[in-house]
C-alpha cells in the first residue's frame, strides 16, 4: 500500500511540475482526502493553491481539514471571498471551531466574515466551552426527530436534512430540545408500519455527557459503549450537539502523544515532530532537564556523604550504574502499568491497597529472581573471570540483597506516585520515568551504602 501511494504521489508530482493539470485532476478525484493532503505536504508552496483548485467542490473541503494549519493559512490568504465561502459552507461545524482556534486573529476576521450566520453562531458556542471538555470538540450538525412524528416522517427529515448532517445514522428524540430518546436508521428501516410512532420504537434508556465533561472521558465512553456518536447535553439536559467516533479517535491520539511525551520527560506540544523548530523543541525540553538534573543532585550528596564506604571498598562503586538502573528499569514497569490502567478507567485511588499488595508479591519474585541470578554472575564473572579478587563473598551479598530490596522498593514508588497524582489531579503520566527514576536512584544508593555498613562495617 505504501509503495503504492509512493508510486501515485511521484507521478502526480511530475504531472503538476508539467504542467499536466487535467491528468493530474484525474488523480485527485480517486484519492482519499487524507492521502491528497499528505501529497500537498511535499509540494511547494506557490504549487498548493494551484494542486488545491484542481479538486473538487466537496473533496476540496474534506482535503482542507485533513491539511496542516500552515498551508491552510497559505489558502486562506490567497482565496477570494467566495473561493472561502464555498470551502467554509462545505465545512461541519467542529472542523470550522477547530479552524478558528488554529488561525491567526486576522485570518480568524476573515473566516468569520465570510461564514454564514448560522455557522458563525455554531462556531462561536463550540468556542466558549472549556478547553478540552465536551463542548469544545462537538459538532451541532445531527438529526433531531419528535415523538409523534410517524417513521415514514422521519425517513422523509432524515432525506431533507441529512445531507448537512455529520452523521444520520442515529436519530435523537427531541421535546422542547430536552433529549428523551434516540432511534437508528437500522430502527426506521425495519419498522414493520411506516405509520409506528417515533415514541413507540425509541430507545429511552440513554447514555449522554455534559458540556464539561472532559473529552478523554467522552471517548472511552465511545469505546466502551461501541457508539458511533454520543449526545452532549447542558445543565438542564437539553441537547446541544454530539461527539461523534472520529473525533474520539483524534483525541485519543492527541492525549496518548501528551502521555507519551509527559513521560519521555518533556513538556506537551501541539505541533507535529516536523512542525516543531529546534527552539521549540528547546523549550519543551530544557525545564524537565533542568529539573531532573537539579533533583539529582541528592544522589550526588548521597555519595559524596558515603565517600568513605567507598575508599574502604572500592569494589563497591562498580555496582552502583547496575543498581541504579534496574531499580530505574523496575519503577518504571510499574509507572507504565499503572498509567495505562488508570488511563483506561481500569483502576482509581480505591483500589491503591490491592495495587501495592500486587505490586509487592510480584516485585519480591522479581527481586529474589534477579538477586539469585546477580549473585552467580559477579561470582563467576567479574571475580573468577575478571579476577576482580576484591570481591567477597560478603561484598556480593550486599549487591544482591540491595538489588532486591532495590526492585521492590522501586516498584512501590512506580505503581503509588501515579495514583496519589491522579489523586490530587494531576497527570498521573508526569510521574513517569524521569521522575521516578530519579527517586529510585537515590533510594537504591541509601540502601546500598547501609547494607555495606551494616554487613561490611565500612
Not at 504521489?9 to 488523480?27: F, G, N, P, T, V
Amino acid at each position: 500500500m505504501a509503495e503504492r501511494f509512493e508510486i501515485v504521489e511521484k507521478a502526480l508530482l511530475q504531472m503538476l511540475a508539467a504542467k499536466k493539470y487535467a491528468s493530474a485532476r484525474d488523480i485527485l478525484t480517486t484519492m482519499n482526502p487524507s492521502d491528497i493532503a499528505g501529497i500537498f505536504e511535499e509540494l511547494e508552496e506557490s504549487q498548493i493553491p494551484l494542486a488545491f483548485r484542481l479538486l473538487r467542490k466537496e473533496q476540496a473541503a474534506e482535503t482542507f481539514v485533513e491539511m496542516e494549519p500552515e498551508a491552510q493559512e497559505l489558502l486562506i490568504r490567497g482565496f477570494s471571498d467566495n473561493e472561502l465561502k464555498e470551502v467554509l459552507q462545505e465545512l461541519y461545524v467542529d472542523d470550522a471551531a477547530d479552524l478558528v482556534e488554529e488561525m491567526p486573529a486576522n485570518v480568524v476576521k476573515r473566516i468569520l466574515k465570510n461564514a454564514d450566520p448560522e455557522m458563525r453562531s455554531s462556531i462561536n458556542q463550540i468556542l466558549q466551552y472549556p478547553e478540552n471538555s465536551a463542548g469544545s470538540i462537538m459538532t451541532t450538525e445531527y438529526v433531531t426527530l419528535r415523538p409523534d412524528m410517524t417513521v415514514e416522517e422521519s425517513i422523509l427529515r432524515i432525506r431533507r436534512q441529512g445531507v448537512d448532517k455529520e452523521t444520520i445514522y442515529t436519530c435523537y428524540v427531541t421535546q422542547g430540545r430536552k433529549l428523551i430518546g434516540l432511534v437508528t436508521v437500522k430502527d426506521l428501516l425495519l419498522a414493520q408500519d411506516d405509520e409506528m410512532l417515533i415514541q413507540d420504537i425509541m430507545l429511552t434508556n440513554l447514555i449522554s455527557v455534559t458540556t464539561h465533561t472532559d473529552q478523554e472521558e467522552v471517548a472511552r465512553m465511545l469505546g466502551h459503549y461501541h457508539f458511533l456518536a454520543l449526545p452532549v447535553v447542558d445543565k438542564e439536559d437539553r441537547m446541544v450537539g454530539i461527539v461523534t467516533f472520529d473525533d474520539a479517535i483524534e483525541v485519543i491520539q492527541d492525549e496518548a502523544t501528551e502521555d507519551m511525551e509527559l513521560m519521555g520527560g518533556m513538556s506537551p506540544s501541539e505541533k507535529t515532530y516536523l512542525r516543531n523548530t529546534p527552539l521549540d523543541l528547546f523549550k519543551n525540553r530544557i525545564p524537565w532537564l533542568m529539573l531532573l538534573m537539579v533533583s539529582a543532585t541528592f544522589t550526588g550528596l548521597i555519595i559524596t556523604a558515603f565517600e568513605g564506604a567507598l575508599a574502604a571498598q572500592v569494589a563497591l562503586t562498580a555496582f552502583i550504574p547496575m543498581l541504579m538502573g534496574t531499580g530505574g528499569n523496575s519503577g518504571s514497569q510499574s509507572s507504565v502499568t499503572i498509567i495505562r490502567a488508570l488511563s483506561l478507567d481500569e483502576v482509581d485511588f480505591r483500589d491503591i491497597g490491592r495495587i501495592l499488595w500486587k505490586e509487592f508479591c510480584t516485585a519480591l519474585m522479581c527481586g529474589i529472581a534477579l538477586a539469585v541470578v546477580c549473585f552467580g554472575k559477579i561470582w563467576l564473572v567479574d571475580r573468577m573471570l575478571m579476577g576482580n579478587y576484591d570481591i567477597t563473598l560478603m561484598v556480593d551479598a550486599v549487591v544482591c540483597l540491595t538489588l532486591a530490596v532495590t526492585v521492590v522498593c522501586a516498584k512501590i514508588v512506580g505503581c503509588s506516585l501515579p495514583i496519589l497524582a491522579k489523586a490530587v489531579h494531576l497527570d498521573p503520566a508526569v510521574m513517569a520515568s524521569p521522575f521516578i527514576s530519579t527517586i529510585v536512584d537515590a533510594l537504591s544508593l541509601l540502601v546500598y551504602f547501609l547494607f555495606a555498613q551494616t554487613l561490611l562495617g565500612v
